[in-house]
């Protein structure tokens, strides 16, 4: 059943044997998913107001089709399909585990960002596991270059005490810097942080006080590790100052050499798995 928020968003509600949660449909973003008798596993900022026009400061949102800042000026940071409102195509249900299935129509105005004759589609499979597939198509007749990323909030409850794992072998580029080698398996935080991983093993672990978040990719070897710290928490929109505390952003991601390559006819899925691990 679709549901209209306060402030005029429509969203999907999911209540099944095996979880709860919730998406809207501008930028098919999920906001909220909690397994049966387990914590929440996604972090939504208390300051974020739900305004149409801003993506939700937290859950998922959905950058693409351009992860970061935009080498065309004007063009908004991490795209524009995380503003835009997206179709559900689909609810299904089959053994326990809900499909919900959103499209994203590319609007006149839009083709200006992106004039590709592309398809473009989140698959949401809910049960114990939240997965998310980030699903491209290229329709046309020439081939289609493309980053994007699940931007996923996690709430770690100490940022000062959370150990993330499954770093080690990889490298990473942070303020424009690097890239440089990953020597350790874990991360710890001491500062602002915003790291883009490439060579990148499929499953981390965020080590939190109520319990071991696992987040594993498919079909991606990139991923951003992302925590404002101090100063940025003051600066970011839609963020309390003391928010850094309690969350962190480890996002799926096909970025940097990392980057999507469709050649015509190509289909493409980058899927994120999020649980808790027992
Ligand atoms: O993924 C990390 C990052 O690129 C940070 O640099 C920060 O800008 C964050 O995304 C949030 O961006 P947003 O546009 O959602 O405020």
């Given at each position: ?18 979880c ?14 909690q ?30 089709p351009?992860f ?20 559900l ?12 299935r ?22 949401f ?14 329709l ?12 996923s ?8 005490q ?12 942070e ?23 490439t ?15 696992k ?23 839609r ?28 289909s ?11």
């Open positions: 059943t679709t549901k209209k928020h306060a402030n005029g968003l429509d969203y999907v509600e999911v209540s099944s044997a095996l709860q949660a919730r998406i809207f449909l501008q930028g098919a973003q999920i906001d909220y998913f397994p049966v008798g387990k914590p929440p596993l996604l972090w939504v900022s208390s300051a974020d107001d739900y305004q149409p026009g801003n993506g939700i400061r937290g859950g998922v949102p959905v950058c693409w351009w970061g800042v935009s080498s065309e000026p004007n063009f908004p940071q991490h795209g524009f399909a995380r503003t835009r409102i997206w179709s195509e689909s609810v299904e249900m089959r053994d326990q585990l809900v499909h919900l959103f499209s994203l129509k590319i609007s006149e105005q839009d083709k200006i960002y992106w004039p590709h004759n592309t398809q473009v589609s989140v698959l499979t809910l049960g114990e596991t939240l997965s998310i597939s980030l699903i491209n198509t290229n046309g007749d020439k081939t289609v270059t493309l980053t994007q990323a699940l931007h909030y996690f709430p770690i409850e100490d940022i000062h959370l150990k993330a794992s499954g770093f080690n072998g990889s490298k990473y580029i303020f424009a810097e690097g890239p440089y080698p990953q020597t350790t398996d874990e991360v710890h935080f001491d500062r602002e942080t915003d790291r883009v991983y060579d990148l093993g499929p499953v981390q672990r965020l080590h939190t006080p109520q319990g071991i978040i987040v594993s990719r498919e079909n991606s070897r990139s991923a951003v590790l992302w925590n404002p710290w101090i100063d940025k928490s003051q600066r970011l929109g963020f309390n100052p003391e928010d850094y505390l309690t969350m962190v952003c480890l996002e799926a991601a096909n970025v940097l050499e990392d980057k999507l390559v469709l050649a015509p006819g190509e493409h899925s980058l899927v994120t798995h999020i649980c808790w691990q027992d």
